[in-house]
């Protein structure tokens, strides 16, 4: 037969006196010994595991299972993450994941509110260039080198040309045209008016200078002659042959001068009407001024007045 220990009036009396009901007397299997992360450390004590295996594995942060494991729920990123932690750590250990959940929610009632209400941070992303942003890269820095060393390099004078030039120039002029086969420098030779003559029709040829507005000077080549037409800062207009018939539109510019190895072979226009040519033939006319009054005064002094006429 079993001994039925009874309550005294003393100790029923003491009870009565705390105003606690016999029946929320708490006994030892209604307190729980640990808490639920002290019941997990335990459990992963046994079992003998390390916490940066099982955040490895779990893929959960070290410090988040530590804070668990230590009841510092102020450390875990909110009370969804803290809970989804719980139940994957106590599946891991093999425990009762709903219950070990069910307690937790009991522990963190009252500090639900001040958990913070935020994932967990983000691990910081790491810069990985491709082949293709390296060679991008690459080649922007050799064109800005390349750049910078065509910046700083001098730039190269433009050689004027000279009155040898014209007539090293004039001098091949000629030989080519005596080189020249048969028929061709015969067919030259006809389109070219005599030298001396007037009223011989000039071919027409090539224009030059056809966007030059308000023109008042033509040149117009009699013959095969070099003609450069330059300012007098040596800005240079034209420097070229031109051939029996080609003409260039003198641009209306103050300071123009033309230069030439064979003055008879360029016939000179002001104003639409011929002004004679540029002076004696074969030899050199050099820096002849373009000006209208200064070919006035040009055509006055006798130069080439026999060709003043220019046939059209």
Known sequence: MSKVTRLTGGQRGEHQRQGLPLHEIPSETDTPL????QHLRAARLRRGDELGRISQILRIRKDY???IETDRTDKLPGRTYAIGFVRSY???LGLDGPGLVARFKGE???????????GPAPAPERRRWGMVSTVLVLLFGGLLVYGVDQMERPARPIPQPTTETFASTAKLDRTIA???PPRIAAAAHAALPAPQGAGQPIPAGEVFGAKNSDVRVVLRARAPAHVLVQD????VYINRLLHPGDVYRVPNLVGLSLTTPDGGAVALELDGQGAGVAGQPGQTTEALSLDPQAIVDHRGGGIGTEHNKVTQ
């Open 232 to 235: 007098s800062g040596g800005k």
């Open 108 to 118: 963190i009632a009252g500090q639900a509110e001040s958990l913070p209400q935020v």
């Open 34 to 37: 640990e808490t639920v992360g």
């Open 65 to 67: 299972l530590e804070a």
């Open 90 to 92: 106590a599946g891991y």
């Open 178 to 180: 005596e080189r020249a």
